[in-house]
C-alpha cells in the first residue's frame, strides 16, 4: 500500500522526536484521521443518515506511560508551549487550548470507570486546523486508541464513538454529534463510513475515487462568518419544530412522499428546512445505492442536488462557497457541494484527474477575480481508520 510507508516514516520520526524531548521511547505511535462528509448534512441531529469517510491527513500521539499522576502534552505545529496537567484534577471548562481534546479524553474514559495513570505525549498533525475537516476528532481518536490500548481498558469503536462525543459535549463543551468520530475511528481505507445516527450502525461502502481516474478536491473557503452559531441553532430548532408539527420523534421518520402532507402543516420556511432534511436522508441513501452498484464517477448529481438543497431550502451556503462549487462544475467537477456546518468552510468537487489542474486554476482565478482571500485547495483520499502504527 503506498500510503503506509511515508505515515510509518512519519511516526518513526516522531517517536525519535518524542525521545529527544521526555528523554526516554514512547511505548508506541498511534495515529487517527480526519475525515470528509460526501453526503448527508445536518441529517445527523434529525436522527438520519451521513456519509463521511476517514482522509489521509491524521493526527498521529507517541505516547508513554509515567509512574505518577502528571501529563505532559506537546505539538509540533501551533501552540508549541508544553502543558502539565495531573490526572487526578480534571473537570469540565478548566482546561484551554488544544489541552481539552486529550485531557477530555482522559476526564472521560475516568467517567467510564477506567483508572488513566499519567503519561507524556507528543502529538503531531497533518489534519488542517479549523477546514472543517475535523483536526479535533483526529487528536481525541488517536489519544483514545492510544489510552484504550495501554490502560488495557478494551473498548470497542462503538464505545470510544460514544466516549469521545461525551468528552466534546460535556468537557470540551462543543455540542457535537457521533459522525466526525465514527469516520476517525471506524473509515476504512477505499471507503465511505455509512452511518445511521439513531442506532450508530455502520456500513462501508466502496469510496475508490483514483481507482475510477477522479480525485476528491477540498477547496477551503478560509470563510468563517460571524452568524454561524446563531444559524446553527435557529436550524436545529426549525427542524424540532417541523418534526412536532408532523407528530414524528424525528425528521428521519418522513419520507419524501410524506412532503406533500407538511406544506399544510408548516409555515414556508420551516417547510423548506423540513425539506432539506428529508431529501438530504433519501439523497444519501441513493448515493449508498449508486457507489454499490454503479461506482463513484455517478454520484455528481447527487452532489449537486445536495448543494441546491443546502443553498436555497436550508440556506446554510454563502457566496464564497457557492463560487467554489460553480467553478469547480463548469470546469469539469462532476459534481460538487459545500460540505460541513455551513456559512464558510469547506466545498468538495469530485473531479475526473486529467482536469484537476483546471478546477484548481479556475477556482483560484475566480476567488481572484472576486477580490476574496486565497483558497486552499487539494486533494484527500479515503483512508483507514485510527490504529496503531507499527
Ligand atoms: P476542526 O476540528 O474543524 O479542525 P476545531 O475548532 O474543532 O476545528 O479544532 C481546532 C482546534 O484543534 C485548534 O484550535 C487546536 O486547539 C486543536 N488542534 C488541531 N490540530 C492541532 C495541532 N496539530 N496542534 C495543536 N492543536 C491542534
Ligand atoms: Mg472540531
Redesign the pocket.
Known amino acids: 500500500m503506498t500510503s503506509t510507508a511515508p505515515s510509518n516514516a512519519r511516526a518513526h520520526e516522531l517517536a525519535d522526536r518524542f525521545e529527544a524531548t521526555f528523554g526516554a521511547a514512547p511505548h508506541g505511535v498511534w495515529a487517527a484521521p ?1 475525515r470528509v462528509n460526501l453526503i448527508g448534512e445536518h441529517t445527523d441531529y434529525n436522527e438520519g443518515f451521513v456519509l463521511p469517510f476517514a482522509i489521509d491527513n491524521r ?1 498521529r500521539t507517541a505516547v508513554r506511560l509515567r509512574d505518577d499522576s502528571t501529563v505532559r502534552l506537546l ?5 508549541q508551549r508544553l502543558v502539565e496537567a495531573a490526572t487526578t484534577a480534571l473537570a469540565p471548562g478548566t482546561v484551554t ?2 489541552a481539552k ?1 486529550p485531557l477530555g479524553v482522559v476526564w472521560a474514559l475516568q467517567q467510564h470507570g477506567i483508572e488513566v495513570p499519567g503519561f507524556d505525549l507528543l ?3 497533518d ?13 481525541e481518536c488517536a489519544v483514545a486508541t492510544a489510552l484504550n490500548e495501554l490502560t488495557g481498558a478494551g473498548l470497542s469503536a462503538e464505545e470510544m464513538v460514544l466516549l469521545t462525543q461525551h468528552a466534546e459535549n460535556a468537557f470540551v463543551g ?1 455540542p457535537t454529534g457521533i459522525m466526525d468520530q465514527s469516520a476517525s475511528l471506524r473509515g476504512a481505507t477505499g471507503h465511505a463510513v455509512f452511518l445511521d445516527c439513531r442506532d450508530q450502525s455502520v456500513e462501508l461502502v466502496p469510496f475508490q475515487t483514483l481507482e475510477a481516474g477522479l480525485v476528491l478536491l477540498v477547496i477551503d473557503t478560509k470563510v468563517e462568518h460571524s452568524h454561524a452559531d446563531g444559524g446553527y441553532a435557529s436550524r436545529r430548532a426549525a427542524c424540532e419544530l417541523g418534526a412536532e408539527r408532523m407528530g414524528v420523534k424525528a425528521l428521519r421518520d418522513v419520507a419524501v412522499a410524506d412532503l406533500q402532507n407538511a406544506s399544510g402543516l408548516l409555515d414556508a420556511t420551516t417547510f423548506r428546512r423540513v425539506r432539506h432534511i428529508v431529501t438530504e436522508n433519501d439523497r444519501v441513501l441513493q448515493t449508498v445505492d449508486v457507489l454499490q452498484t454503479r461506482g463513484p464517477a455517478h454520484i455528481g448529481p447527487l452532489l449537486d442536488a445536495s448543494h441546491a438543497s443546502m443553498r436555497d431550502d436550508f440556506e446554510i451556503s454563502c457566496p464564497e462557497l457557492d463560487l467554489a462549487v460553480d467553478t469547480a462544475r463548469i470546469h469539469g467537477a462532476i459534481g460538487a457541494r459545500m460540505t460541513g456546518g455551513g456559512f464558510g468552510g469547506s466545498a468538495i468537487a469530485l473531479t475526473p484527474v486529467q482536469d484537476e489542474q483546471q478546477v484548481r486554476d479556475a477556482v483560484t482565478r475566480a476567488f481572484a477575480d472576486a477580490g476574496l482571500t486565497r483558497p486552499d485547495i487539494f486533494t484527500v483520499t479515503p483512508s483507514a481508520g485510527a490504529a496503531r502504527i507499527p
Open positions: 480526519g493526527a505539538s509540533t505545529s501551533g501552540d487550548r488544544w481534546y502529538l503531531d498533525s489534519v488542517p486546523l479549523g477546514a472543517g475537516l475535523s483536526s479535533s476528532h483526529a487528536i462543543a
